[in-house]
């Protein structure tokens, strides 16, 4: 018992290769190519405990030190011959039909198309298709094409988990899906080899999701933009002759951002109001909304996280405000005037209760919005769960909304009933701004109504109108015509 206290657990006399077993066993993988994707495929397979071997037209141009060690360099048909099952196509597309000589090596084994189309044509052969064609004894599988090499580098778990997969062989993509995740990766399986079409074409999109929001933010900034414009600069110019064009560069454009910011802070919570009438007037929730109300529910995202850009500019450029020659030059005109009259001390005390309330309210609302958008990114919101998260970006962001809203009403005061703040009879632009947000909060605190909050809780855990139902209430009126 003693001399088997003393025997360790683990023996010193073990070589390095017995320290990572997974290396001796695992198959050879082999990379056609020994371009910078094949090299971070290279690192990343090894780092997986993948053993691997590059294949390239011309082994002495590889610089040494490139590749790491554990990676053998050979030539095109020396990598095909020691693969056991898989190889990755590292090429370009146009380079694919020198390897035709290699057909005979080629099949049998799964060839995986990491390429990318050239342009955006969903409708035309996709590069996975036309290397099946080329090699129709082989089984060819599209995957990680949608993965970077910097995702490959620093790991799977510091980018995008995600690799999309398609084939017409059920084999292959097994095989290939089974190595995805030993490199510690999420495969989606896309279906056959006719959807290489749109998995070569996703990474070519330049922001698919922001584009609508981008353009509705833009054009409110250039409605609101172009009204103040008319409103305080050209129509004064023109009817009196004032010149106010230097407001163009800064003042105007402080003005027209946070009516921006609060229009699309409301643009992200009218949808779900929306769809929450509609599902109270169609009494069932297993109807599908309209094609345009879906899209716009998924982009609530893109306008909340461009409504705290606007807010956030409207900040910075407030904070610039004193720093103008034209504040400095105000300032000492209301000083001189201020002389000039022989008054001492001018307390205004309704202005600075408004300056206060006004400023404390956006100062709060702009926090709640900042907290809004750090939760909404996937790092932070994944450490969330379901209620913590609805929490934050439902009951904090209607939060954000009412101060937003409170600002703005603070900032106007008693002006929009004044005659002086409807010049050519039109009124100043946050009344533009704060019309839609308050609809929104009105319709928020209606659907808060007991009478109304039951019905459609009960809707959406999957009670029905008897409308939309005729098997319950035939099954009703059965029950009751049994004796």
């Known amino acids: 018992m003693a001399e088997d206290m003393k025997t360790p657990l683990l023996s010193d006399s073990e070589g390095p290769a017995d320290a990572l077993p997974v290396c001796l066993t695992s198959p050879t993988v082999a990379i056609l190519g020994s371009g910078d994707f094949s090299r971070s495929l290279a690192v990343r397979l090894v780092a997986s405990g993948v053993r691997v071997v590059v294949g390239s037209r011309c082994v002495n141009r590889i610089p040494s030190g490139l590749f790491p060690d554990a990676v053998g360099l050979r030539n095109q048909e020396g990598a095909v011959s020691q693969a056991v099952c898989l190889v990755f196509m590292a090429l370009f597309p146009e380079h694919y039909r020198s390897l035709l000589g290699l057909q005979s090596a080629l099949a049998g084994k799964v060839l995986v198309d990491v390429s990318n189309a050239a342009e955006m044509n969903i409708h035309g052969t996709s590069n996975a298709e036309r290397l099946a064609e080329l090699f129709p004894d082989s ?58 079409r749109k998995i070569e074409a996703a990474p070519l999109r330049l922001f698919p999701s922001w584009s609508g929001p981008v353009v509705v933010t833009f054009l409110l900034f250039l409605f609101f933009y172009g009204y103040g414009f008319l409103r305080g600069i050209l129509l004064p110019f023109l009817a009196q002759g004032h010149n106010a064009f230097y407001r163009l560069t800064l003042d105007l454009v402080n003005e027209s ?160 009933f004044h005659i002086e703040a409807y010049p050519f009879y039109m009124p100043p632009s946050y009344l533009l701004a704060v019309a839609l947000p308050c609809v929104v909060l009105l319709c928020r605190c209606v659907l808060l109504l007991p009478c109304i909050l039951t019905r459609l809780t009960r809707i959406r855990r999957g009670w029905e109108s008897k409308r939309n139902c005729p098997v319950l209430q035939h099954h009703h009126v059965v029950a009751n015509e049994i004796p």
């Open 139 to 196: 089984q060819v599988v599209k995957g990680f094409n949608t993965v970077s090499t910097w995702e490959l580098q620093t790991g799977a778990h510091d980018g995008s988990r995600q690799v999309l997969i398609c084939s017409n062989s059920t084999e292959g993509k097994k095989k290939v899906v089974q190595l995805a995740r030993q490199m510690g990766f999420h495969p989606v399986d896309m279906g056959g080899l006719s959807a290489a």
């Open 257 to 416: 951002l946070p009516a921006v910011a609060l229009v699309t802070l409301a643009l992200v919570y009218f949808p779900g109001l929306f769809a929450a009438w509609l599902q109270l007037w169609r009494g069932t929730k297993y109807r599908r909304f309209p094609s345009w109300l879906d899209n716009w529910l998924q982009r609530r995202k893109q306008l909340g996280l461009l409504s705290f850009l606007c807010a956030a500019l409207h900040g910075v450029y407030s904070l610039c405000l004193p720093l103008r020659r034209i504040t400095l030059h105000r300032t000492v005109n209301t000083a001189y005037r201020q002389v000039n009259a022989g008054a001492e001390e001018l307390w205004d005390e309704l202005g600075v209760w408004r300056s206060e309330l006004y400023l404390s309210c956006g100062v709060l609302g702009l926090g709640v919005l900042s907290l809004l958008a750090i939760t909404s990114l996937p790092s932070v919101g994944n450490t969330l769960n379901w209620r913590e998260f609805t929490f934050v970006q439902s009951g904090l962001g209607y939060i954000a909304l009412t101060l937003s809203i409170m600002h703005t009403l603070f900032f106007g005061w008693d002006f929009a």
